[in-house]
T-cell receptor, first 114, second 115 residues
Framework: AQSVTQLDSHVSVSEGTPVLLRCNYS??????LFWYVQHPNKGLQLLLKYTSAATLVKGINGFEAEFKKSETSFHLTKPSAHMSDAAEYFCVVSYTGTASKLTFGTGTRLQVTL | NAGVMQNPRHLVRRRGQEARLRCSPM?????VYWYRQLPEEGLKFMVY????????ESGMPKERFSAEFPKEGPSILRIQQVVRGDSAAYFC?????????????FGPGTRLLVL
């Protein structure tokens, strides 16, 4: 079965410092990988997605992620955190042939301090 | 282009009542997905529908839950005889095509509270 593991349930960074949110996925043929962000009591917004094109994917709001097949990882990074980045981040996987079902990680809560 | 619409945004029900959650996909999207988010957890897939067809309901509880996406009108997620454990946020998503690479666009969710 497909799965994703988000290695940190909480991450705290100071404003202006780099952000790293870690994600590993279960190995399978042709995964598609996504990062979604959820602000408190809001819906989910797509940050970026990987679909077997370039391994370094750039998303919105300065976020990017690198697909590393050898490590089965898809970590999310941002060079400089902003207070507005504080939210819950979900790493998500889907596979060809699973009728588009998305499998979510358990989420990482990002806190940004002054 | 309006996004995915869900209503109501908040719903309070007493145990034993029925809950009806509605989802209108983005214009041009014919694929609808329902997910449930329990407190402090990620989203869990429930059901995938196309117009008038249930494609995958592997995540739906076997009893009390049903979903439809009629030819006309929104998709409906129905929960009969609600229990406290049904309290959660229910999210609907839509996509224009079928396939694992397609982006699913999420609505704002319906937060169900069962008293």
């Amino acid at each position: 079965a497909q799965s994703v593991t988000q290695l940190d349930s909480h991450v705290s960074v100071s404003e202006g410092t780099p952000v790293l949110l870690r994600c590993n996925y279960s190995s399978s043929y042709s995964p598609s990988l996504f990062w979604y962000v959820q602000h408190p009591n809001k819906g989910l917004q797509l940050l970026l997605k990987y679909t077997s094109a370039a391994t370094l994917v750039k998303g919105i709001n300065g976020f990017e992620a690198e697909f590393k097949k050898s490590e089965t990882s898809f970590h999310l990074t941002k060079p400089s955190a902003h207070m507005s980045d504080a939210a819950e981040y979900f790493c998500v996987v889907s596979y060809t042939g699973t009728a588009s079902k998305l499998t979510f990680g358990t989420g990482t809560r990002l806190q940004v301090t002054l | 282009n309006a996004g995915v619409m869900q209503n109501p945004r908040h719903l309070v029900r007493r145990r034993g009542q029925e809950a009806r959650l509605r989802c209108s996909p983005m214009k041009g999207h014919s694929h609808v997905y329902w997910y449930r988010q329990l407190p402090e957890e990620g989203l869990k897939f429930m059901v995938y529908l196309q117009k008038e067809n249930i494609i995958d309901e592997s995540g739906m509880p076997k009893e009390r839950f049903s979903a439809e996406f009629p030819k006309e009108g929104p998709s409906i997620l129905r929960i009969q005889q609600v229990v406290r454990g049904d309290s959660a946020a229910y999210f609907c998503a839509s996509s224009p095509q079928r396939g694992g690479q397609e982006t699913q666009y999420f609505g704002p969710g319906t937060r169900l509270l069962v008293l």
